[in-house]
């Protein structure tokens, strides 16, 4: 029996979980789940661990590996589970090696249940991961970068993935080039911190420079996305981009995370609240009809409520679309889990009033979208996403096209065609 896949987390994870059940295909190993974890919420992680003894109790003979960043933060809190056969760390995950190891240990029923390397000695992007990600799939992700060089106070991830590094910008490019000509339409660049890319690269090119090379190169390619990017990252040649290149959506999710400055300091960040408001305007500028996304934190320590009203406020300040909201989670490790915490109850009540708000302004957007001729990438039978990525009802199609379509209206969550 093949093996089955269950994926917690970002779309880094998505994409790797793909190259795994490669790996693993290809070493013989079967009659395996695979939990790819996340670690960047407690909640996240306590999932995971249901999620396990849920699998153990339904597959009872399947033997269950467990992978990514909460196993590489905390590989033997997931051993000790009586669940669990097998622990693979975040790097280990995406070599052949590993998962021929593995394949033997469950051959002998012997072998060490955890082998997770030092992710901070890791420095080189395995050539594996820019195989990237379609699967028959109407959008295909291509991972560029994978770690992260900054200190967040409220973060785990780095001690998840390790420092940044990047892909060679010649076999990104040609990633890209395969899976267009395999017949993807649209392609999004992920990875932990994706305008990072490039410094650990001869000439340290950066974010901008490899898009331009894309677009460039492939000129076929209809639809290019970016993932999460850290605005105060953004390059000249990005900005560009945006401006000159219609392929590459109007669409921006940004790594915010609050919008008061002593907040941001708290965090670590490296933008202030003007710096993400400037940033908005100048790309709405560039490309009026532009949207926005946003990771928002709720409650995070010392967050008084005249700092998280600046939160709420940042909703309309940037005019964001989309948002990503955090209950903040106390991390074992980080530097904030030391500073005077929120109480749990008034970080909910502030969740709920940034969901809340949000859905007032994805409202918002949808609603100024009737009338307008919008280039629709078919997901489905029944939905599809425009090039703000708005969800839009529909029927019929095939899954990869992209059609014309005039919007008529909404229903409060999707467009209407």
């Not at 998505?14 to 013989?28: H, K, P, Y």
């Not at 909640?43 to 590996?65: F, G, M, N």
């Not at 076999?171 to 890319?197: F, H, M, N, W």
């Amino acid at each position: 029996m093949p093996v089955e896949l269950v994926t917690f987390g970002c779309r880094l994870n998505l994409a790797e979980s793909e190259t795994m059940r490669a790996e693993a295909d290809a070493a013989g190993v079967q009659d395996a789940v695979i939990v790819n974890t996340c670690a960047v919420t407690n909640e996240a992680v306590a999932q995971a661990r249901q999620t396990i003894r849920r699998l153990r109790r339904d597959h009872p003979a399947r033997k269950i590996i467990v992978t990514g960043c909460a196993a590489q933060t905390d590989s033997r809190m997931f051993a000790e589970m009586p669940e669990v056969d097998r622990v693979l760390g975040n790097d280990d995950k995406m070599r052949a090696h590993a998962w021929r190891d593995t394949r033997r240990a469950f051959d002998l029923d012997d072998g060490e249940k955890v082998a997770v390397a030092d992710i901070m000695a890791v420095r080189e992007m395995a050539p594996h991961l820019v195989e990237g990600f379609h699967n028959g799939q109407p959008r295909a992700f291509v991972q560029v970068q994978n770690g992260c060089d900054h200190r967040c106070t409220f973060c785990i991830i780095p001690y998840g993935r390790g420092n940044s590094r990047s892909v060679a910008m010649g076999a990104a490019v040609e990633q890209v080039r395969k899976l267009v000509e395999g017949g993807c339409p649209e392609i999004v660049l992920t990875g932990v911190d994706i305008t990072s890319y490039g410094a650990d690269l001869p000439g340290a090119p950066k974010l901008g420079a490899l898009v331009k090379q894309i677009l460039k190169h492939v000129p076929e390619l209809k639809r290019l996305r970016l993932s999460s990017i850290d605005s105060v990252e953004a390059d000249r040649d990005l900005l560009d981009v945006i401006a000159d290149d219609e392929r590459l959506m109007p669409h921006l999710h940004l790594s915010l995370q609050a919008g008061d400055d002593l907040v941001l300091k708290r965090m670590k960040r490296r933008h202030s609240r003007a710096d993400a408001i400037a940033f908005c305007d100048q790309a709405r500028r560039l490309r009026p009809d532009i949207a926005f996304g946003a990771d928002l934190i709720a409650g995070f320590p010392t967050e008084t409520d005249d700092m998280f009203e600046r939160s709420l406020e940042l909703v309309e300040g940037c005019d964001l679309t989309f948002l990503h909201v955090f209950p903040y989670s106390k991390r074992p490790g980080t530097p904030a889990a030391k500073m005077p915490q929120v109480e749990g109850r008034t970080i909910r009540e502030r969740a709920k009033r940034l969901r809340d708000a949000g859905e007032v302004a994805l409202r918002r957007r949808l609603a100024r979208e009737a009338g307008k001729t919008r280039h629709v990438l078919v997901e489905s039978t029944t939905q599809g996403r425009t090039e703000h990525f708005l969800p839009v009802a529909m029927t019929g199609g095939v899954a990869g096209d992209v059609r014309a379509m005039t919007i008529a209206g909404h229903d409060g969550a999707r467009l209407s065609v």
